[in-house]
């Protein structure tokens, strides 16, 4: 029965339930899904995450290779970072190269990680002007149920964290270049970037923030994606991103960061004490 | 190659450090040799016609109609089949239903080198493998001018991902309801001289693909995927030369190695089936109460709108 | 409104503003803020492709273009900006089964492109006569080293500046409709950014009508 007035009357389903208070899968508004990381799990990548938010479950993996550094840019290394959504993980996306959609939540993830400026691309030179680092961070998602760009940045900074970079001689006369795979030191990951996304629900004359949306939710509320996104990095804030939606007053804007900001230390705690074990 | 415009590139000269380490240049002898140690086992403890242990799980992805995840210890497949849809840009009626399928490994899924996002010709092979053999499995002519899509993605390979794509892709068309003849699983083996290596990883697979100096030694991969209720044979894939003799001799190998995964996948079915019921039961109980909460709000607003 | 912020000590860039400037589309705009410079044209409501078709509102498509002409990465996420406030602006539901197309030029950028962009379209948007819920103005500000806030940086001050932030509002309660931000700053700078971007679209908003009732009068 449920599941047929889903179908016919989808906005009213929605809004019944927000009238009382509640969301369509039981959470409370506030209330944000379930996380489970693991690290290191894909060996043949060098470093590499898992995670589920809910049922939303990214993977990302880093693979290393050697280039010359951009002639503008001696000193820096590079980071190449991509969001694949495959045509696996919803009826949505169709095969082929990557969607309008797909490119855009690349070009967010990228955005968060440069603008936290949690990795010093300076530290990816090995050579001024000869060789540097190329860090090819691939995230694929592999069930999208909303909240994925949240996932994408936690994936992405735990497989940051627990990357280590092989040691690499260079012989400036020969150009010979020799690595050396059971030295390995780690890269220096300066904080920890955190995104939380929010949905914007217009109810009657007010809008009501969903934490964490469900793909459900975000499609409810209009938009490509979720509506809001606020990051935080060490107490600041490293990219507020609102789109479409429902329009956002003062006093909701303040909820949202206060919100975001005590997901970040849950889920800074939780990267922590899950790379913590893996080491051990 | 263009540029891709639609992904961030890194720079064009950059190539995978591996190419620099010692282990890069090795020769196909020092490769062949450490594959068996001297009792022979092989380097992950195993015996020749041992296979790896399958793990298998059902609904993975929640957006999908029917969903499975394989692995078999570093190799690790995910599959989702979604509803079946009219096939685009269609001008003849087809009495057959059609079977959409694309097996893409991820770009971290290889540990020799980066794998290019676009797909490559073993990315095109493997689906056009993978369509082969589900086609027999399917009863298609229950759903003349639809297409079923299946995608199948490598997260991790270690050897005999085909395999692994086709037991992934049976499971998830069976969790999607999709009515099929029979169970249908694959196996594959790794032949290099003599040896025979049931299951193999991808260093053997990559000593198997390379033709060795001397003449006339068989090496190559065979992938084989059975009906085995029915024994039949769904495909056939052969890479690299070999004889007869040898080729009969692996498929008798592979005949009962696909039956060994049946019972496996019996269990997984079964298990999926049991869950199903007891999650269906479960949301019956919550839609009467929700449906006791909404008949209680309307009973509020009938009162509501009497009163004036 | 929580901070009194007086708008007379504000300045805008110098806004400069032609309607029609493409003869063949339904409505078109050229804006320059300052040096940089982008134009717009609107067609539709028209006839699009069966497929993208919704019986529910008119589909949108946004195109961006670039000085260079080629197409990246970074484009199609300020394609996804500029749609995704127009969709909320415009009165979709009015034209069913139809397609609004706009397409944005960039011609000079010499800082707060895509805050002009969004300004032009909406300008565009309104010559092209289609309904709409409101209109918005986009207005940029820089947080720089010490943390003061600067609106409508020059390109000097953006590239030297901590962060750069951008908020779109709406003209009925001023309520905040997009925001994007680059680089890191603290919440106060936020509130801070936000309020004063916030007094400062009145400025635009002004602007808007100085140059609807300046065209108004030809007609």
């Known amino acids: 029965m449920a599941e047929i007035y889903k179908l016919i009357h989808p906005v009213k389903y929605f809004n019944d339930y927000i009238s009382r208070n509640v969301r369509p899968d039981g959470r409370q508004f506030h209330e944000h899904r379930n996380i489970k990381l693991n690290v290191n799990s894909i060996k043949a990548s060098e470093a590499s995450g898992v995670v589920k938010c809910g049922n939303t479950t990214v993977i990302c993996g880093i693979k290393l290779e050697l280039a010359t550094p951009k002639a503008e840019e001696p000193d820096s290394g590079f980071l190449v970072t991509n969001v694949e959504l495959l045509p696996l993980c919803s009826s949505k996306f169709r095969p082929g190269p990557p969607s309008d959609y797909a490119q855009v939540v690349s070009n967010i993830v990228t955005d968060i990680v440069m603008n936290s400026e949690c990795i010093n691309l300076k530290d990816l030179c090995i050579v001024y002007d000869k060789l540097a680092w190329v860090l090819y961070c691939d995230i694929v998602c592999i069930d999208n149920d909303g909240g994925l760009i949240d996932a994408c940045v936690m994936a992405l900074i735990s497989s940051l964290k627990t990357l280590t970079l092989p040691n690499v001689t260079y012989d400036p006369e020969t150009e010979d270049i020799k690595v050396d795979i059971t030295k390995r030191s780690p890269l220096k990951v300066n904080g920890l970037p955190v995104a939380t996304s929010f949905a914007i629900f217009p109810f009657f004359e007010k809008s009501i923030l969903l934490t964490d949306p469900s793909a459900y939710e975000e499609d409810m509320c209009g938009g490509n994606g979720a509506n809001l996104i606020v990051c935080w990095n060490k107490g600041f804030l490293c990219g ?9 007053s003062m006093e909701d804007e303040k ?4 919100i975001a900001k005590q997901r970040t230390k849950l889920v800074e705690k939780l990267i922590e004490t899950c790379i913590d074990n893996e080491s051990k | 190659m263009p540029l891709d415009f639609r992904r961030f590139n890194g720079p064009e000269d950059s190539v995978s450090y591996t190419r620099f380490t010692q282990d890069f240049l090795k020769s196909y002898d020092e490769l062949h040799n450490e594959l068996i140690n001297k009792s022979n ?8 016609d041992e296979a790896r242990s399958m793990f298998a799980r059902t609904d993975m992805i929640s957006q999908a109609k029917g969903s499975a995840y394989v692995e078999l210890k570093k190799t690790k497949v995910v599959c989702s089949v979604f509803d079946p849809r009219e096939i685009p840009h269609q001008n003849e009626f087809s009495q ?16 020799r080198q980066r794998r290019p996002a676009a797909p490559d010709a073993e990315d095109k092979s493997l689906s056009v493998a993978l369509r082969q053999a589900l086609e027999p499995a399917v009863c298609r002519h229950l759903f003349p001018n639809y297409q079923i899509d299946v995608f199948v993605y490598i ?7 085909l395999a692994a794509a086709i037991n992934a892709a049976g499971l998830a068309l069976a969790d999607a309801a999709v009515p099929m003849y029979d169970i249908i699983t694959a196996s594959s083996i790794a032949i290099i001289g003599d040896k025979m290596f049931v299951d193999p990883t991808e260093e053997e697979e990559h000593v198997a693909m390379i033709s060795p100096d001397s003449e006339n030694v068989n090496h190559g991969i065979i992938t084989m995927s059975m009906l085995s209720e029915l024994k039949q044979v769904s495909d056939f894939i052969q890479i690299g030369s070999m004889d007869t003799d040898c080729v009969i001799k692996a498929m008798d190998i592979l005949e009962k190695e696909c039956a060994k995964l049946i019972p496996n996948i019996q269990q997984v079915l079964v298990m999926n089936v049991v869950q199903n019921i007891e999650q269906q039961k479960k949301l019956e109980e919550e839609a009467k109460e929700r449906e006791a909460a909404l008949n209680a709000k309307l009973e509020e607003w009938k009162t509501l709108l009497n009163a004036g | 409104m929580g901070v009194e912020v007086d708008t007379k000590e504000f300045k805008l860039k110098p806004m400069k503003c032609e309607f029609n400037f493409l003869s063949k589309s339904d409505g078109s705009a050229i804006l320059s803020q300052g040096e940089t410079v982008t134009l717009v044209s609107v067609n ?11 019986i529910e509102k008119s589909t949108l498509e946004v195109l961006f273009c670039t000085k260079g002409g080629k197409p990246s990465v970074a484009d199609r996420y300020k394609e996804s900006i500029i749609k995704q406030t127009c969709e909320t602006a415009i009165l979709g539901s009015l034209y069913p089964r139809s397609g609004i197309t706009v397409t944005i030029q960039e011609l000079e950028d010499y800082g707060g492109l895509l805050s002009c962009a969004l300004n032009c379209t909406c300008l565009a948007l309104l010559n092209s006569g289609l309904a709409m819920r409101f209109v918005f103005a986009a207005v940029s500000c820089a947080v720089d080293e010490l943390g003061n806030i600067v609106l409508e940086p020059t390109q000097e001050q953006a590239t030297s500046a901590r962060a750069l932030l951008n908020f779109v509002f709406e003209s009925r309660n001023k309520n905040l409709l997009t925001g994007f931000s680059e680089g890191s700053y603290s919440e106060s700078a936020y509130e801070e950014a936000l309020e004063r971007c916030r007094a400062a679209s009145d400025l635009v908003f002004t602007f808007y009508r100085d140059i609807i009732s300046k065209y108004s009068n030809v007609i």
């Open chain 2, 96 to 111: 057959l239903g059609q079977i959409f399928c694309e097996v893409k490994f991820a770009p971290f899924s290889c540990s």
């Open chain 1, 255 to 258: 909820q949202a960061l206060k």
């Open chain 3, 44 to 54: 539709g409501p028209l006839d699009i492709k069966m497929q993208s078709q919704s």
């Open chain 1, 240 to 248: 507020t991103q609102k789109f479409g939606g429902s329009t956002l």
């Open chain 2, 155 to 161: 997260i991790e390979h270690d050897g005999a991902c």
């Open chain 2, 41 to 48: 086992l092989r380097k992950d403890g195993r015996a020749l």
